[in-house]
């Protein structure tokens, strides 16, 4: 297993990256990209600049039941997953991101209400997930490894065994993680994907419970799985060193801790993990709890490494939530998930470290966490933009008004940001103003 070394951060919470300023970025092994630019940057002043937006589907349906986005490594194109339909998935051209294009819409069955959608590392092809009974677990797209193109989609694999809520390919290997998001089953399932069209289980692990996300880092060779509800309720950490034989690290747990139920708004507690990231530059982890009512899950920063924590040990260090935080009214519907934190990015940017996050209805909300002792939200973009033309069925009309931001990405490759709300579609941002 890889481990960084610790940067220590300076009274002015530098992030310690290597090079000189306006020196290029470095390509790392996985094909992703890696600032190295050391210029000063005020992370107080840094804003989310709308370039373009697109609402592909007709409607209804789905009436903006968007849910998923991902951004393909050298950041060419996108993918959008849709929910409470048959919509399916699109594939969005960004060549010009203030025009993001959809290039192919491929529907699903009438049993697939929720679609995550992830980019393999292979050229041509992404996974989405069927999240019911048919045709399965998940999917494999070709749009142009080898039967299919991009205006011409193929499923040439799928899975139907188990129900996978979200999926993460390795960013390296042909290796794809499933969540097993049950309470009566393991954590996550490993596949062999090697071959597209015959996808292959090689085991499963974790405890019993709803794993509902995992993410890797392939520099580290870690893996961190989220855990909401079931026996344990946290997150695991596992050496990925051999990407089809995960091996426990560490975990930390929160049954031991405050849960939200305890604790105010805005106050730090423990309840639902949802989704990490790795630090790409510090040994820290970013950790969302996600709620649907009461008070707001927010993000903790843990010390993996950087001072006092690590791997084995986690320890939390700081906590923020979003800008507008309240109370979500118990069983009121329309106010499920609005205040909660939701899927977001780490983002080298300059010596600042940032987070850009898709926040349910604060939208889009940049964080500042160069300080882990101190992130802060610095900046937020309401993803509402064409909400007067959406006609949004039952299901999207349940979460109440827009903006409810579902995802943000980073592409480092292009510095580009990709958002999606669930009702007015994929969004794409630039930060600024830009280091230099």
Known sequence: MLRRSAVALTGTFLAGCAGSPGEDDDDDADGTTTSTRT??????????????????????PPGGGYSETAVRADGEYAVLGTKWGVEGTYLIDLADPASPNAVHSLKSSNDAPNIDVKFDHRDGLYYRTIEK????????VDYGYSAGTPTNPRVVGSVSEGKSHNVTPHPGKPVLYTVNYGLETNGFDVYDVADPTAPRKVGQYGPQGACHDITVDPEREVLCAAFQ????????????????NPSEIGRFDYGSRKSYEQASVGEEA??????????QRRDLLVLGDERPFGVPGGKHVFDVGW?????ENPVPVGFTVSPNARRMEEGKRTERFDWTGHHFNIVPWGDATLLVSADWHDGVVVYDVTDPTAPRPVDRYPTADGADAVTPN?????????????KASYNP????????????????FELTPRPG
């Open 39 to 60: 210029e000063t940057v005020d992370p107080g002043r840094t804003t989310l600049r709308k370039l373009g937006q697109t609402r592909p589907a007709a409607q209804p």
């Open 270 to 279: 423990f309840g639902s993990a949802h989704h990490g990231h790795f630090d």
């Open 307 to 311: 001072r006092d924590g690590s791997l």
């Open 413 to 428: 490759e292009r510095e580009l940001v990709v958002a999606s709300d669930a009702f007015t579609g994929l969004y794409t």
């Open 229 to 244: 509800a079931g026996q344990f309720i946290g997150f695991v950490v596992y050496d990925v060193s051999d990407p089809r």
């Open 394 to 406: 039952d299901s999207v009309a349940a979460l109440g008004a827009p903006p409810m931001a579902w």
């Open 133 to 140: 009974t048919w045709p399965g677990n998940f999917e494999i």
